[in-house]
């Protein structure tokens, strides 16, 4: 499958409208759109962040979707956006061990790594990653994300309730290290978020 992000910044105060836009009027413009296979919404309410993840069956749908979407987020994501990046990923892995739940949390792991080791990066998570997280209580979901061309990814991990979330803390960033250590990948940023809509499907 293939993913879009959106990376939203505002003003905390106003970020409940970007929010109840997302998930009606966004909802409903995603779901006509040939492709789609699900979509998510996370919030981080203190200091006013919000990402969105919308999911395709294939390069062509992401793309074709976004021509409409480009057109509406504006006026969705306004009064609240003050800063907005898209950014295009293949989901190079999407493994589910639980459902995804309202006030869960997501904790989303940036890194950026030599193009010519996606491969090895992608088959190190499969086999080393992956099996580890699904240890940790409280999984629902583990992913990543990769711009094979740009060299940069995502690893996302959703927790189906913010304190699983919080004790993984520890656990995960051991999983970091030990990668570091067998890849050469450098991480460009950690966050967490909650988890507003979470509804993936498959192909």
Known sequence: MFVRTIYVTGDPEQIETAVRALNSEGRELLEERPGYRGAGVFVDRELGKL?????????????????????????????????????????????????????????????EFDPADARIFADTFRSAVLPRLEEMHGLATAGLFLDRERGTGQVGALFTDRASMAASRAAQAAVRHDTAAKVRVDVVGLEEFEVVHADVRPG
């Open 51 to 111: 990402l969105g993840v919308s999911w395709w069956d294939s390069e062509k749908a992401r793309h074709n979707s976004d021509e409409v979407m480009r057109e509406h987020r504006p006026a969705m994501l306004r009064p609240f956006a003050g800063t907005l990046a898209v950014e295009n990923f293949e989901a190079v892995v999407y493994h589910a061990v639980g459902v995804p739940r309202a006030g869960g949390g997501l904790r989303v792991t940036r890194v």
